[in-house]
């Protein structure tokens, strides 16, 4: 089965961190394209991060840029989104997706009109993130 399988949130204080991992089952990150997206209650989903499998560069949204890192570990088919200084506003379940498509495309999809995120090919189940003020 193809599968996307989240860990790592929790809550935490403003102020400190939390790694999220985005472990793939019955398939590998070859060439593919992964994102860290994230929801708040009430609100739409928005991505955050993604990486290139193939090349390892990656996107931040200006939300979290400097305090987010995305990182992946082929080996282990495994993407990280390390959570740094969080605050309030980062509450919200985040989930990660993957495509094999090129991450401009994933770019375009998380920063463009719409919600063209819904048509990924795989999806996690996400993880909650509670940041207390």
């Known amino acids: 089965e193809v599968q996307l399988v989240e860990s790592g949130g929790g809550l935490v204080q403003a102020g400190g961190s939390l790694r999220l991992s985005c472990a793939a089952s019955?398939?590998?990150?070859?060439?593919?394209?992964i994102g860290w997206f994230r929801q708040a209650s009430g609100k739409e989903r928005e991505g955050v991060s993604c990486?290139?499998?193939?090349?390892?560069?990656?996107y931040y949204a200006d939300s979290v840029k400097g305090r987010f890192t995305i990182s992946s570990d082929n080996a282990k088919n495994t993407v990280y989104l390390q959570m740094n200084n969080l605050k309030p506003e980062d509450t919200a379940v985040y989930y990660c997706?993957?495509?094999?498509?090129?991450?401009?495309?994933?770019?375009?999809?998380?920063?463009?009109?719409?919600?063209?995120?819904?048509?990924?090919?795989?999806w996690g189940q996400g993880t909650l993130v509670t940041v207390s003020s």
């Open positions: 019955g398939f590998t990150f070859d060439d593919y394209a």
């Open positions: 997706a993957a495509d094999r498509i090129k991450i401009e495309d994933l770019v375009d999809i998380i920063t463009g009109p719409g919600d063209w995120y819904r048509y990924l090919e795989v």
């Open positions: 990486i290139s499998s193939s090349d390892g560069s990656t």
